[in-house]
């Protein structure tokens, strides 16, 4: 059912972590190539004839913000886990190796995505996997004496706690 943490489940988590990158990235795009009623162009500031200039509604700008943080907070889960890997101790660590496919597969879904249509589903999925990734990490460290491993939790527990929502 679990494993120890591998290079595998870390790797599956970098690949994730290059597609939200592409994510972000084709979310911008997708908002600058469409004209919705949604978008709202302003003018230029350098007057007539200038190319218009994409301000985004707030739901734009709430979803590409929760992105960036969830950027943020796998690459602080990666982080753990390397550290975690160069111990001797982490044969008691426990990833189940499905969560970090699962968030290969999201990532995939919402770099492949054209439209915002299931935006908040695939935010609202990605946030899940990441929680889940953290509470197993966190749940396998409980239990443990060293020092790194009681720093490791520390961390996990305040990535937790700070934990950017919906």
Do not use: W
């Not at 302003?42 to 218009?52: I, K, N, R």
């Not at 509604?57 to 982080?79: C, D, F, N």
């Amino acid at each position: 059912m679990f494993r120890s943490i591998n290079t595998a489940s870390i790797e599956h988590q970098l690949e994730a972590l290059v597609l939200i990158g592409k994510a972000k990235d084709g979310h911008t795009q997708n908002l600058s190539d469409r004209s919705s009623g949604n978008t709202i162009y302003t003018e230029a500031d350098g007057g007539p004839g200038q190319t218009p200039r994409l301000t985004l509604t707030l739901a734009q700008k709430g979803r590409e913000g929760l992105l960036s943080r969830l950027a943020e907070v796998a690459s602080e889960i990666i982080r753990e886990q390397q550290s975690l890997l160069e111990l001797p101790q982490t044969q008691n660590i426990l990833v189940h190796p499905k969560q970090s496919i699962e968030l290969r597969n999201i990532c995939s879904r919402m770099a492949l995505q054209v439209k915002t249509i299931h935006a908040d589903r695939n935010l609202k999925d990605l946030q899940d996997c990441l929680k889940s990734i953290a509470e197993t990490l966190l749940s396998s460290l409980s239990n443990s004496s060293t020092e790194q491993h009681k720093l490791a939790a520390r961390n996990l527990g305040k990535m937790l706690s700070s934990f950017p929502e919906l």
